[in-house]
């Protein structure tokens, strides 16, 4: 691995140009002289194009990816990524069609995107889906503002709480806070469920939701679910899913069958598009027939003969423009669901992801979707297994598809979680989660994935045990990991005290000055 | 067993017998026993043949920017994408990654976001960007939001009519739970020192799109005196390839800038995914949503990127958080870092020259025709507006006949402005597409 890789701006060399650009081919125009940028784009670098691919290429190779290791962080489903999802939302009537082109010139996108609703719809047990929200978190607030309006719209103003686990992501609390509401956090119980007496006591009139991970961020199916949904409904509330660990249950279970109203969906994890270095995701949300009215628009249907003709879930304006020529019945067209919330980002979705997870559901159907959530729980029980009595889980208990451990080593008490997952580094293998979920001391939170196979995780669980083996011999080892990457434990405090965000030569200069190297 | 899950039967045997169940259904028994294993009715699954050619089928359905000419803008721009930039995003080092939130082993995806966020900087003349946004109406939302946290007290925002449609619906959407009230928008006509007028001292924050959605550009810097007057932000939405010759946010004063992203290396994609870009000035840098990038150094002395100033965030602040994002649009930003250094100083305004020649030449030449006004609105870089001598939809109907997608129906979005239309003119609509689509027009009035 390359030690330096300079900053591009450093790379940078007067004249030079990184693209061929067409020559203008007509009369040039004046243009508004008090309008002009005054800096010259002094601060834009000057490269040809094999420098920058170099650049590019140099700093990639210093990360760790599902490409080159098993990343088993817990919650994030880092599951390989197909190539063929890459070849396909390539396609030219894909990654070139412009959004606003119309439904004549789009009827193949459309009716991808019709399909992914209804497979999604299936998979998750929920009778309507939108497909627009852009990550998990949006298809949080998505359903929170969801929520809203339908207690809204049934004259009831009085629900002002949402209720999380203290186990829950933190965008569950933010998502709420976000949409207006008081946040009222639920306890877990011995087992790692929903403490119900603590649930009874923060239900009320005020309740507008309880939002549930299930499996939760413990890594465990919910015992109680029918029982908490059943409490929730009965407060007058709703059941939000959070959708984060869906790939433990495909073909186990459906949310919509469960009591949930609403789930999101991350593409980005379940249907394995990819994460990309932390984007694009794609949160697309299903729910319930009753909640259908008010999801964001716009949604896909086909052209009903008639609008009192479409199903319930479907009914809605048309968004095409008053005066265009109506499409043929049967066709695939936009709508906007009657009550509907509103947009919630530009366009129609991530749809660039929309057609890789259409792609993964189409390529291994409903027995291979049932088959990733066993392995994933069998690889997950596997690793639990094989390191519970090094590591003790943090609940006894047989897990979905990922098991949360403690780093707290009887043989070495001074030793944490961060110092084992730094160590796992110089094994070559990417850390697991550390410090979450919140109500675990240490807590090394290991999501292996069902793509990754018995030799590796094997060598994953080996190394573990090693690391365990070498904290008690020689703990300093272990505070000092890691020693193989390119760089080493940083100074995190440092960085937030004297805040770089940005290039600045100066800047540089004096840091090269003060020693540093790069 | 599918081509992606590597466990052999001999393996599961095995990994049973270490868990200590006897069959992997036993490890389900948690699920309520009337609710596990459901059926799922979905089609057949399909070979990776069979599948190339059901995807193949499904996308020469769609028109593209290979197949047709596209005039078309409003949002999403047919701009160049050097082909260096794809090969960059296919690294299964970038794209397979996940989050950088290990410093020591996700150098590559740091260093790249912050040489976005200072390339950004760069372009924009603002302090300070973010990792990203989801596109740039929820950037612009959000620019709302945090102007909210800012400025305390005011709970008033007021936006120009001339603001993308999309973007003020999705303000709308994301602010409906809490108590702000979004104005200035009301009379589509409002020019922008009427709208500036409405800004009061409750008011947080003044919002305004330059070029505006009508591809009008404006000079903002008295907007900004008339914001700041009032004690209010100046929020300003800008179109990043414009900036390779026109006035940048950071001359016009503004307190937070966002951009749609999407024009510097990322395809049109059907609307998404998109790079919400998010700046602001140094003195609000805590206040920012999302992850930002910054330096510091290693126990070995070497210069390191990590993520920083994340006290602001959901995962440690939850309720308290300047906001929920969590995954961005990460990858995107990596598309953009990578088409700033390819384009560079003088690329990006040969860009912004080939799109304002062209987009001029086109509205000279279809002024000239009979029952067509191009309508004047003040200087515009890329876009401007047409008025048809018939409803639009009939006029885009003919034009997709000659293999022409036509401009943007403004009769459902600004009703007073009649039969019109927004065309839009970049680097790729060569002169004899023009002649082309002033030739079509010509035949369809």
């Known amino acids: 691995m390359h030690n330096h890789e300079p900053p591009i701006f450093e790379l940078s060399g007067q004249g030079k140009i990184g693209v061929n650009l067409p020559q203008i081919d007509v009369p040039q125009s004046d243009l508004p002289a008090d309008l002009l940028r005054t800096d010259d784009l002094a601060g834009l670098p000057e490269l040809t194009e094999p420098e920058v691919i170099r650049h590019y290429t140099r700093i990639s190779q210093r990360n760790f990816a599902i490409d080159t290791t098993m990343v088993s962080l817990g919650s994030c489903t880092m599951k390989y990524n197909s190539k063929l999802h890459e070849e396909a939302a390539r396609l030219p009537g894909f990654a070139a069609a412009h959004p606003l082109q119309g439904e004549e010139l789009s009827q193949g996108a459309l009716q991808l995107m019709y399909e992914l609703q209804a497979y999604l719809g299936e998979i998750s047990g929920f009778d309507a889906v939108s497909l627009q929200p852009a990550a998990g978190a949006q298809g949080e607030l998505t359903g929170i503002l969801v929520f809203r309006a339908y207690h809204l719209d049934r004259g009831d103003h009085e629900r002002v709480e949402v209720l999380t686990p203290d186990s829950a992501h933190g965008t569950n609390p933010a998502t709420a806070a976000m949409a207006g509401y008081r946040v009222v956090e639920v306890k877990s119980d011995a087992r790692g469920n929903v403490d119900l007496e603590d649930l009874k006591r923060k239900l009320s009139p005020r309740t507008a939701a309880l939002m549930l991970t299930n499996p939760n961020t413990l890594g465990l199916f919910e015992e109680h679910v029918v029982e908490v949904t059943r409490l929730v409904h009965e407060a007058g509330g709703l059941m939000y899913g959070d959708g984060a660990n869906f790939n433990a249950i495909l073909g186990i279970a459906k949310p919509g069958e469960l009591g949930f109203d609403f789930m999101h969906y991350n593409l980005h994890k379940t249907f394995t598009t990819p994460h990309g270095g932390g984007g694009p995701g794609s949160g697309a949300v299903g729910c319930t027939a009753a909640l259908a009215p008010f999801l964001p628009a716009p949604r896909v249907r086909r052209v009903p003969q008639t609008d009192q003709a479409s199903p319930p879930t479907e009914r809605g304006a048309s968004l095409r423009p008053a005066n265009a020529a109506p499409l043929p019945e049967g066709a695939y067209e936009f709508f906007v669901p009657e009550k509907s919330i509103g947009r919630m980002k530009t366009f129609h979705g991530n749809f660039g992801m929309l057609v890789r997870a259409w792609t993964y559901i189409r390529s291994i159907g409903a027995a291979g979707l049932r088959k990733v959530s066993e392995t994933a729980v069998l690889n997950a029980n596997y690793v639990q297994a094989r390191l519970k009595h090094v590591y003790p889980a943090a609940v006894e208990r047989t897990c979905m598809h990922e098991t949360v451990l403690q780093g707290k080593l009887a043989m070495a008490p001074e030793v944490r979680t961060l110092d084992i997952a730094k160590r796992l580094i110089d094994y070559g293998f990417h850390p697991p989660t550390v410090y979450f979920p919140l109500i675990v001391p240490e807590a090394l939170m290991i999501e292996p994935t069902e793509t990754e196979s018995k030799r590796t995780l094997d060598a994953f669980c080996d190394a573990l045990l090693a690391i365990a083996e070498e904290a008690a011999r020689d703990p300093e080892m272990l505070k000092r990991a890691p020693t193989t990457t390119p760089v080493r434990r940083l100074d995190e405090v440092r960085a937030a005290r004297q805040p770089i965000l940005r290039y600045d030569p100066a800047v540089f200069a004096r840091l090269r000055e003060e020693g540093l190297q790069f | ?445």
């Not at chain 2, 169940?21 to 948690?30: G, Q």
């Not at chain 2, 970038?94 to 996700?106: I, R």
């Not at chain 2, 010759?245 to 992203?261: S, Y």
């Not at chain 2, 649009?329 to 990006?348: K, P």
């Open chain 2, 1 to 445: 067993m599918t081509h992606y899950i590597p466990i052999t039967d001999a393996d599961r045997a095995e990994m049973l017998k270490t868990i200590g169940v006897e069959r992997l259904t036993d490890l389900f028994e948690a699920v309520p026993t009337d609710h596990r294993f459901p059926p799922l009715r979905l089609p057949d699954p399909l070979s990776e043949p069979e599948l190339r050619r059901e995807l193949g089928r499904l996308e020469r359905m769609n028109a593209h920017a290979s197949s047709h000419m596209i005039f078309l803008g409003a949002g999403a721009y047919n701009h160049f994408v050097p082909a260096a930039v794809d090969q960059i995003l296919r690294r299964g080092e970038f794209y397979t990654a996940y989050t950088p939130y290990q410093p020591e082993v996700s150098q590559g995806t740091l260093q790249a976001i912050f040489e976005y966020q200072s390339l950004i900087c760069a372009l924009t003349g603002m302090d300070v960007a973010n990792a990203s946004h989801y596109d740039g109406g929820t950037a612009l939302a959000e620019a709302a939001i945090m102007a909210i946290n800012v400025v305390r007290g005011r709970r008033k925002i007021v936006v120009a009519p001339g603001v993308n449609p999309q973007y003020r619906a999705v303000m709308r959407t994301l602010l409906q739970g809490v108590d702000v009230e979004i104005t200035g928008d009301e009379n589509p006509e409002a020019s922008l020192a009427e709208v500036a007028a409405l800004v009061d001292q409750t008011t947080a924050a003044l919002v305004v799109q330059s070029p505006d959605f009508f591809g009008v550009l404006h000079d903002l810097r008295p907007l900004t005196t008339a914001a700041h007057a009032a004690g209010a932000l100046m929020v300003a939405h800008f179109d990043p390839i414009a900036l390779g010759l026109f006035q940048t946010p950071g001359e016009a004063g503004a307190d937070i800038a966002t951009a749609e992203g999407q024009p510097l290396g990322v395809g049109l994609s059907f609307g998404g995914p998109y790079l919400g870009i998010f700046t602001c000035r140094q003195q609000y840098v805590h206040k920012i949503a999302g992850r930002l990038v910054g330096v510091t150094r290693d126990v070995e002395n070497r210069l390191a990127y990590v993520l920083t100033l994340r006290a602001r965030e959901q995962d440690i602040r939850r309720e308290r958080a300047t906001s929920n994002i969590c995954t961005n649009q990460g990858l995107m930003a990596l598309a953009a870092a990578v088409y700033l250094s390819l384009v560079g100083r003088q690329g990006l305004r040969q860009v912004a020259e080939l799109c304002y020649h062209r987009a001029h030449y086109a509205a000279a030449q279809i002024a000239q025709l009979p029952g067509y006004q191009v309508l004047d609105r003040g200087p515009f870089f890329k876009e401007f507006v047409v008025r048809t001598p018939r409803p639009v939809g009939a006029i885009n109907a003919a034009l997709r006949e000659q293999g022409i997608i036509g401009g943007y129906d403004l009769s459902g979005d600004y009703p007073h402005l009649g039969d019109a239309m927004l065309l839009c003119v970049t680097e790729m609509n060569s002169r004899a597409d023009i002649d082309a689509l002033a030739a079509a027009l010509r035949a369809v009035a």
